[in-house]
């Protein structure tokens, strides 16, 4: 028996282990199955040189559990190893200064396992106890045992084995137990080995017998050793790509298309991507993806790459809008920090990146040319994913404009190009913008868009996630271009082709319109209204909501971008505009003026006066220097216009009280209330019943 240290210049190498890759505890498995397979590998590789002429016999790899024992053991059929290779791959921890190695990396759990050869030792984080039986494929070579207790002192013994191959034996530490149920660690084998390139066996398969599930004499093999991605594009069919599409993800509705990836040069890459079904589940659709490498996962986290400190970086094997598709990707030249759990950003890294987006445009492009039909039925699903891109890839737009579509309210589609084409006629405004009008509710904003319709303006429907952000991209790519909603503004103003028609009303008449129709504005929580007077013409609708497309650009902008929080915290500001040429406007404003006209005269007058005068003395102490400027002018100007803010709120009182008893004032609130969907509860129930009694 031999007995010695493991060749670590510190004893807290186990106990570093433990710690500080506690979260990272199922990943042992995965490095000892992944260890099982390449000793596998290299034994058949052996075997295909000459180097080894006897049978192979049965290469599978087999785990299993002992619940008893508290063990879980991992055997092969692999090349194993001789007792001095023990002491060169197990005993010698291959990497100096390890003091200040683990010191370094203490508080990152990812920069310990795997690093120096250490992948062996990831199985101490879940084992009180490990012990390795191997024999070696070279003739003549005997059995070893080698084990150890989580402490730098090991034992090699002499032991029984009749062939090649290693077994490891794990004896499962007391707050590990989890990993001793089989339905854990059916759920480990199926997340990290289900495509490793050798069989590997968990138990036996079941079936139903006597009133209960027995085990058969057949191998349970979790694994595809041939997973579609390493087969041929030209051997595959439609249903193949699907099969493992439901394979991968079995609550998934079918995807729309796929991409097979085969690339050797400058860099090693196979995979298959897929579009899924997608409209409005941005976040629910991320990290579908997932990374192998030689066939044995790694993540599914790909946007989470790290520069060498360990920090976050941006960039990623797949950008960030990328990051919606499904599928996988498996090459060998990634560079994968210590533990394999996130990628390192590197010039390949950028490089595979690049090389992905370009696939993906020009299957879309190739798509798109091919059958323009099924492309557009399938547009819905993914145009949140091609937005995404436009948003986030600085270089996207310039290979996504080709494929891009619009659709318009009718249902039909058009590229970027026939749409410009379609109205530079019609929706140009006095200053040779072209505006694109747009809707985010066919519903909702039915009336607005009938009414630009009627007009002669086609409307685009904008309901997905990211059209709305994406508008500001687009006009910054786009030449003297606007964007603007149909209820924006009125529809006479929405494509502004001259000055706007100024209104016949005196300025005290148009105050006084406005003013009827404020005082009977509801309070709402977060909205604010602002009444204005124009001339839209007889044959528009007496009183329309709109509101202002910058304002509300932004805060929608602020759901998405940080730093724009103050925009979602501000009040929606709605315009209610009084059309000053419609007879029902007309005739309020009659019955007001008729109503109040003995009241409002003298008050006016007053206010003029008081106008008049502030106004004076405004001009009188204009030129003076703030000092020079007495108290007595002082007051006088504070005593004006405390009288003229008097005079206003007598004649405000004196409106509403008028206004409150016009029934055709809140009738015409209310239904421009009605029409945007802002009338509920008691105010609707009002509504309904003022209905009635008007038809009367």
Wanted: overall charge negative; proline content about 3%.
């Amino acid at each position: 028996m031999q007995k010695g240290n493991i060749g670590v210049t510190t004893e807290n190498i186990f106990p570093v282990i433990k710690k500080f890759l506690y979260s990272d505890q199922e990943i042992f498995l995965r490095e000892m199955v992944s260890n099982a397979v390449d000793a596998t590998q290299k034994m058949k590789t052996l075997a295909e040189k000459g180097d080894y002429k006897q049978e192979l016999g049965d290469l599978t790899v087999r785990v299993s559990l002992d619940s008893d024992k508290g063990t879980i053991t991992i055997s092969d059929h692999g090349i194993g190893m001789t007792e001095e290779e023990i002491d060169k791959y197990i005993n010698q921890i291959a990497f100096s200064g390890v003091t200040d190695f683990l010191e370094k990396y203490k508080d990152n759990a990812n920069n310990i396992i795997g690093h120096f050869g250490l992948g062996f030792y990831s199985s101490f984080m879940v084992s009180k106890k490990v012990e390795i039986v191997t024999k070696s494929y070279k003739e003549g070579a005997k059995a070893v045992k080698w084990s150890c207790d989580g402490s730098p002192a090991y034992e090699i013994d002499d032991a029984e084995r009749a062939d090649h191959g290693s077994d490891i034996i794990l004896y499962i530490d007391d707050d590990s137990k989890e990993f001793l149920e089989k339905y854990k660690l059916e759920q480990l084998l199926n997340k990290y080995c289900k495509f490793l390139p050798v069989p590997v066996a968990f138990g036996k398969k079941t079936e139903w017998k006597d009133g209960k599930q027995v085990d058969t004499d057949e191998d349970n093999i979790i694994n595809n050793v041939e997973p579609l991605w390493t087969k041929a594009p030209s051997t595959l069919k439609d249903e193949d790509y699907k099969s493992f599409y439901r394979a991968l993800y079995p609550m998934q509705d079918e995807p729309l298309f796929w991409i097979h990836l085969n690339v050797d040069y400058p860099f090693n890459l196979t995979g298959i991507l897929y579009f899924p079904r997608i409209k409005n589940s941005l976040e629910l659709q991320k990290n579908k993806i997932q990374l192998y490498c030689n066939q044995v996962f790694v993540t599914d986290q790909l946007e989470a790459t790290r520069k060498p400190d360990g920090t976050a970086d941006s960039g990623g094997i797949v950008p960030e809008f990328l990051t919606l598709l499904h599928g996988v990707i498996d090459s060998p030249d990634i560079p994968l920090n210590v533990s394999r759990s996130y990628l390192q950003s590197d010039r390949k890294v950028k490089q595979i990146s690049t090389y992905i987006t370009k696939k993906v445009a020009d299957r879309l492009k190739a798509i798109f040319n091919e059958d323009r039909k099924a492309y557009e039925e399938k547009w819905d699903h993914m145009k949140l994913f091609i937005n995404y891109g436009i948003l986030t890839e600085e270089n996207f737009y310039d290979r996504a404009k080709e494929f891009s579509l619009f659709k318009d309210t009718e249902g039909k589609y058009f590229t970027f190009d026939e749409y410009k084409a379609l109205i530079e006629a019609s929706q140009k405004d006095k200053d040779g913008n072209l505006i694109y009008l747009y809707a985010t509710d066919k519903d909702e904003q039915y009336s607005y868009i009938r009414a630009a319709q009627d007009k002669g303006y086609s409307v685009l429907l904008f309901d997905g996630q990211l059209d709305v952000p994406c508008i500001q991209t687009l006009e910054q790519k786009f030449e003297k271009s606007r964007f603007t909603r149909v209820d924006a503004d009125t529809v006479d103003h929405l494509i502004q082709k001259d000055d706007k028609p100024k209104s016949n009303l005196s300025d005290t008449e148009r105050d006084n319109l406005s003013a009827v129709f404020q005082s009977q504005m509801p309070k709402m929580e977060k909205a604010e209204f602002i009444v204005e007077v124009n001339a839209l013409g007889e044959e528009q609708r007496p009183v329309v909501i709109t509101q202002n497309e910058w304002m509300r650009r932004m805060k929608e902008m602020s759901r998405y971008q940080s730093g724009m929080s103050f925009y979602g915290q501000m009040p929606d500001s709605y315009n209610l505009v009084l059309n000053s040429d419609h007879r029902l406007v007309k005739q309020v404003l009659e019955d007001a003026q008729t109503a109040l006209a003995e009241q409002l005269k003298p008050i006016e007058g007053e206010i003029k006066g008081q106008e008049a005068r502030l106004a004076a003395l405004n001009q009188q102490t204009e030129k003076k220097k703030p000092e020079e400027i007495t108290q007595e002018e002082k007051d006088d100007k504070a005593n004006t216009q405390k009288a003229i803010d008097e005079q206003k709120a007598k004649k405000e009182a004196l409106i509403s009280d008028y206004a409150a008893k016009n029934d055709i004032v809140h009738q015409l609130i209310d239904l421009a209330l009605l029409q945007n969907g802002m009338l509920k509860g008691e105010a609707l129930d009002k509504f309904l019943r003022r209905s009635v009694d008007l038809i009367k």
